[in-house]
């Protein structure tokens, strides 16, 4: 169980670029990274696309005035020159920023903890990989929700045999957020998301999905795709080319089955993130609206509900609780595990500790470009009127 007591030597010096005042998603990242303030301590950032104000909502959250920078290449280049300047930085810029600003970030010598999905092409990921490696650092991706800890508990029960061999695999996320075209003339954020050159070749399928497919691989980590056929349309007609909805069907090498379920207009569904894992003993189902249970159905006997926290559980599950029985918890939680383990994959990264490197299960650079991967799989298989490809 975690109970904020430091896992790493001491507190990394973070900084942001991005997640300003309106952005959708930069308090999770602070409230993932300070959850625990053993781990991260942010000190600088270029919040903002405006300098003003992202120099105001900085201050406003307490970094120094002058570690408020106007852009991203001013702030690596005076962190640069200070002791004590920030060794890892978090993007959370819109998806056409983060090949350059990651780039830019590795040359500087710092850590990288990027958003998802990570680049428009894997030839960037890799790289982006190799330059991470040349220059010693690690490079994180946000699936923030992939660090709730009963999917860990889902792995632990699969790798067991406790469904026996997997045969079907559902994923599903979706809401109804974007069921018309209204949702791009409020939101300057949805505006972006169906502009193929700030979002890249997909709007759901790279901004919901890859979060469901790195789920399900880290719950199958053995289960790979061998082909996949992906239909997507635009309901909306003027995010054509990109698409609202998305289905997807994989096969995978071990004779599995899957369907993916991906869309923004899924009207009136709120929180519609679901996985259902088939063996051929029973199944395993779980759903972020209820992240602290997980469905465990064996074939003959009644259904069970595992609760979070539960003695009951794998110690690999139990390693990632936080607040113990009874008391509820959630998608923060499940961010201040990711960035938890952001933290020690750094340090062990700093120390040359390849043992932890090889053990820690967290989303890495690799764990990125598979999610870039899974992108351009289905856009292969979408512009060839859905016909079965090879998964590349
Ligand atoms: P947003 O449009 O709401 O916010 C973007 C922020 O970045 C704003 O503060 C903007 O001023 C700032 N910005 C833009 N360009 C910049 C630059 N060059 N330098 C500094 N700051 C800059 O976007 P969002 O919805 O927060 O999405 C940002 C990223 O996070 C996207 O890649 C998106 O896919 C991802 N995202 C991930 C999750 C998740 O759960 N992991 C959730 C939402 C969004």
């Not at 350059?100 to 990921?125: D, Q, R, Y």
Request: aromatic share 10%; glycine share 10%; hydrophobic share 35%.
């Amino acid at each position: 169980m975690l109970n904020g007591e430091k896992r790493i030597f001491r507190p990394l010096r973070w900084g942001m670029v991005g997640g300003g005042r309106h952005s959708q998603v930069g308090y999770k990242h602070r409230t993932g990274a300070l959850r625990d303030n053993t781990a991260f301590q942010l000190l600088a950032g270029a919040f903002d696309i405006d300098p003003e104000r992202g120099k105001d909502f900085g201050m406003n959250i307490g970094v120094d005035e002058e570690r408020c920078y106007p852009d991203y290449k001013t702030m690596f280049a005076e962190e640069a020159k200070r002791n004590d300047g920030v060794e890892v930085v978090s993007i959370a810029t819109p998806n056409g920023t983060h090949y350059e600003i990651c780039k830019a970030a590795l040359e500087a010598g710092l850590h990288v903890i990027c958003e998802k999905p990570l680049f428009f092409t894997s030839e960037e990921g890799r790289k982006i990989k190799a330059l991470a490696e040349e220059k010693g650092k690690i490079v994180g991706v946000t699936y923030g929700f992939s660090g709730n800890q009963m999917l860990l508990q889902m792995r632990a029960m699969i790798e067991q045999g406790k469904i026996g061999d997997i045969r079907i695999v559902e994923l599903q996320y979706t809401h109804g957020f974007s069921a018309t075209e209204e949702a791009e003339k409020t939101s300057e954020a949805q505006k972006w998301r169906v502009d193929p050159k700030i979002a890249g070749p997909s709007f759901v399928l790279g901004d919901l999905s890859t979060h469901t497919y790195y789920m399900s691989q880290l719950i199958m980590p053995h289960m790979k795709i061998k082909e996949l056929l992906c239909d997507r349309q635009s309901f909306v007609g003027s995010r054509a080319p990109l698409e609202d909805n998305a289905f997807v069907l994989m096969h995978y090498e071990n004779g599995a089955v899957g369907r993916l379920w991906t869309s923004s207009v899924n009207a009136g569904c709120m929180d519609g993130h679901r996985i259902r894992i088939v063996g051929s003993k029973g199944s395993l189902e779980w759903w972020d609206s209820k992240p602290y249970e997980l469905k465990y159905e064996v074939q003959g006997e009644p259904s069970q509900t595992l609760i979070r926290a539960m003695p009951y559980l794998d110690n690999l599950c139990n390693a990632d609780e936080r607040l113990g029985a009874l008391h509820v918890e959630g998608l923060s939680d499940a961010w201040a595990n990711i960035y938890l383990k952001f933290a020690i994959a750094i340090d062990a990264k700093n120390r040359g500790d390849e043992d932890t490197l090889n053990t820690l299960i967290y989303p890495d650079i690799d764990a990125g470009i598979n999610g870039i991967r899974w992108v351009e799989n289905c856009v292969r298989s979408a512009e060839k009127r859905s016909t079965w490809v090879a998964f590349q």
